[in-house]
């Protein structure tokens, strides 16, 4: 069955508004995502303008600035998860940093609970960014293992290279996939 769908997808591939075509194997066509550019991960790694969003075909969706009246500013919040209750949820808090409003929802309230960590005092957008900023840049070095037991038939270190996300000045250890392996193992 599967081959007959890829001869099906392959012999009458979907073509979008721009003459695009889509056989199988293809990216998922973006005239029929469910979402705009910007409200996908691709905007975090890819950044676009909306002209320039558009212009390569993807759709666009302008934010809707709320107005919230602000009812707690985040130094206001107490550290301890204890000290909060449901009343919390009614409350329209200030971001620390960028200002924002945002509320809690019962589900993250439940969360913070169970997992006895404080209120968040930052606005997602605010807390994303600084999640983005954490990861490894899409960008490879060429490195060597730092393994430095006997392996691969040497007596002190490991001399595979390897390219990796992990730069040269970072302070991780990078082991090539065969150290690794036996280290984990």
Same mark, same amino acid.
């Given at each position: 069955m599967i081959e007959k769908i890829k001869k099906h997808m392959n012999d009458m591939p979907y073509i979008d508004a721009r003459g695009r075509v889509y056989k199988y194997g293809e990216f998922?066509? !973006? #005239?029929?995502s469910l979402f705009a550019y910007n409200e !996908?991960?691709?905007? &975090?790694y890819f950044p676009m303008t909306k002209d320039e969003a558009i212009t390569k075909g993807f759709k666009w969706k302008d934010r809707v600035e709320n107005v919230y009246t602000i009812t707690k500013k985040a &130094? /206001? @919040?107490p550290d301890n998860i204890d000290d909060i209750d449901d009343s919390?949820? $009614?409350?329209?808090? /200030?971001?620390e940093i960028s $200002?924002?409003?945002f509320r809690i929802t019962i589900s993250e309230l439940q969360f913070y609970k169970m997992m006895r960590i404080p209120i968040p005092r930052l606005h997602s957008d605010e807390r994303h960014k600084?999640?983005? #900023? $954490?990861?490894n840049p899409l960008h490879f070095w060429q490195r060597k293992c730092m393994c430095d037991k006997s392996e691969h038939g040497h007596e002190n270190k490991? @001399?595979? /290279?390897?390219?990796t996300s992990y730069a040269p000045d970072r302070p991780e250890i990078v082991y090539c996939e065969s150290c690794y392996q $036996? /280290?984990?193992i």
């Amino acid at each position: 069955m599967i081959e007959k769908i890829k001869k099906h997808m392959n012999d009458m591939p979907y073509i979008d508004a721009r003459g695009r075509v889509y056989k199988y194997g293809e990216f998922f066509p !973006t #005239e029929i995502s469910l979402f705009a550019y910007n409200e !996908t991960f691709a905007q &975090s790694y890819f950044p676009m303008t909306k002209d320039e969003a558009i212009t390569k075909g993807f759709k666009w969706k302008d934010r809707v600035e709320n107005v919230y009246t602000i009812t707690k500013k985040a &130094s /206001e @919040l107490p550290d301890n998860i204890d000290d909060i209750d449901d009343s919390i949820l $009614k409350e329209v808090i /200030e971001c620390e940093i960028s $200002k924002k409003a945002f509320r809690i929802t019962i589900s993250e309230l439940q969360f913070y609970k169970m997992m006895r960590i404080p209120i968040p005092r930052l606005h997602s957008d605010e807390r994303h960014k600084r999640r983005l #900023e $954490k990861q490894n840049p899409l960008h490879f070095w060429q490195r060597k293992c730092m393994c430095d037991k006997s392996e691969h038939g040497h007596e002190n270190k490991c @001399l595979n /290279e390897f390219k990796t996300s992990y730069a040269p000045d970072r302070p991780e250890i990078v082991y090539c996939e065969s150290c690794y392996q $036996k /280290e984990v193992i």
